[in-house]
């Protein structure tokens, strides 16, 4: 268990890996005051504005994820460590900086509605209903796409680390492929409309607190099993 702590404090070396994530929602951020304080200080608009901005913590977060399959995977092998207590260690760190994160982005939404939008009406913190309801649930709410979204990332390093560009070229254009042959099954069978009325149906706790966690685990084996297999 001591390696595998000390394989996730690993990551943290140097403070990129949690500081740039945010120094990308801070730009973020800063780019939404910008815009809408210069529109609210003009002509206004007429519905409160929301900003999918929160997204770049969670894409930042990705690329964190596949980079920490290639050079880092490489430093830790040099100094002993097993592929698998890497792995083990990079989930242990996917999950405190996904926690961590969901706990501040929680406290900010706080800030958010209690300022009124950041005096201007602006949802930022709380698009998509991420922070109401059971404080909890809106934790869970913020970690849970945190955690599929770095999963997926180190799937992706995972085959880049092993496989190389033929191997990420390759899986985009397998995952192409399914898409385009799910697409058609779906117009053949005339599914789109109940798929889109299922997913209205789904409450948020589950679309954003439930669901993404089927993504972890998934993207997360498969992580497992292409790095365990990378060469030193």
């Known amino acids: ?8 404090r690993l990551h943290t070396v140097g403070g990129q890996s949690i500081s740039v994530p945010w120094s990308v929602l801070a730009s973020a951020l800063a780019v939404n005051f910008l815009i809408f304080g210069t529109i609210q200080a003009g002509d206004g608009i007429d519905e409160d504005p ?5 997204l770049a913590l969670y894409i930042a977060t990705a690329v964190v994820f596949i980079q920490a399959m290639n050079k880092p995977l490489s430093f830790a ?3 002993g460590l097993t592929r698998r207590t890497y792995l083990f260690g990079t ?5 405190a900086i996904s926690f961590g994160s969901a706990v501040v982005l929680y406290a900010l939404y706080g800030l958010e509605r209690a300022s009124g939008g950041w005096w201007m009406s602006l949802s930022f913190f709380g698009a998509l209903g991420l922070g109401e309801g059971n404080p909890v649930v809106a934790v869970l709410g913020y970690a849970a796409p945190m955690m599929a979204l770095a999963a997926l990332g180190a799937l992706a390093g995972g085959i880049h680390a092993r496989w190389g560009l033929v191997g990420v070229y390759t899986s985009v254009i397998v995952a192409l492929i399914a898409g385009g042959a799910f697409c058609v099954v779906m117009f053949s069978a005339h599914a789109w409309t109940p798929l889109g009325r299922w997913i209205a149906d789904q409450p948020s706790s589950a679309l954003f607190a439930g669901y993404p966690w089927i993504v972890t685990a998934v993207a997360g084996a498969g ?8 060469a030193a």
């Open 77 to 79: 092998l040099g100094f």
């Open 91 to 95: 989930g242990l760190f996917a999950l």
């Open 1 to 8: 268990m001591n390696r595998v702590v000390s394989a996730a």
């Open 50 to 54: 929301t900003t999918g901005g929160l």
């Open 223 to 230: 992580a497992y099993a292409v790095v365990r297999r990378v």
